[in-house]
């Protein structure tokens, strides 16, 4: 395994070329290297694929605080999005592709950063106080093999930061399926 760490370039560059107020922002250098040595650190430590995702789940929403009420993932099974590890409040099991923010990530195969979810269309609300969010799709050699996804109560949480964060972190756990 790589380890995947952002230069101060790459980490400035960001900071200043995204208008949302994610909560990335307030992340320094130190507390993004932790976070990736964390990853890493679980996920070597363990081959067993369900304590790996389980345990990322974790560290995400940990990582996110306060600004994520949801961290998960859906697993692709026989054409369908299939309720996987996560931390959060009880979830809708089965999301067929296409369908709400993570139907539509798998389907387009572009992440998703939703700023109001109310505004999306098809959004499927699994928790009523979920007011914004973000998918991005795990994929290995071109094909997809389910998304992360957060959800957060308030309104314009994700941006292109945590996007660029949270694809490293799907390339990561590619390997494992
Ligand atoms: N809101 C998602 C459904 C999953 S929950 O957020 C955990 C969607 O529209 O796909």
């Known amino acids: 395994l790589q380890l995947y760490h952002f230069t101060r370039e790459s ?3 960001l900071f200043h070329h995204d208008t949302i107020k994610t909560v990335i922002k307030m992340k320094t250098q130190e507390d993004m290297q932790l976070f990736w040595a964390q990853a890493k650190a679980l ?3 363990e081959t067993d694929f369900t304590a790996n995702l389980a345990n990322i789940s974790a560290l995400i929403k940990e990582f996110y605080g306060d600004a994520c009420s949801w961290a998960g993932f859906y697993l ?9 590890p996560f931390q959060g409040k009880v979830a809708c099991t089965r999301i067929p592709i296409g369908k709400g923010v ?3 990530a798998v389907k387009t195969r572009q ?3 939703v700023k109001n979810v109310h505004e999306f269309p098809g959004h499927i ?3 009523g106080g979920s007011n914004s969010e973000i998918v991005v799709n795990i ?3 071109n094909q997809c093999y389910g998304v992360i996804d957060l959800d957060s109560y308030q309104f314009e949480t994700f941006g292109t930061q945590d996007a660029l964060i949270l ?4 390339e990561i756990i590619s390997e494992l399926f």
């Open 139 to 141: 994929t290995k050699n």
């Open 76 to 84: 692709l099974k026989e054409n369908e999005l299939v309720l996987g």
């Open 11 to 13: 980490y400035d560059f």
């Open 111 to 113: 992440t998703q950063i």
């Open 43 to 45: 996920i070597e430590s």
């Open 102 to 104: 993570c139907g539509t």
């Open 167 to 170: 694809e490293t972190l799907a």
């Open 125 to 127: 609300a699994c928790d």
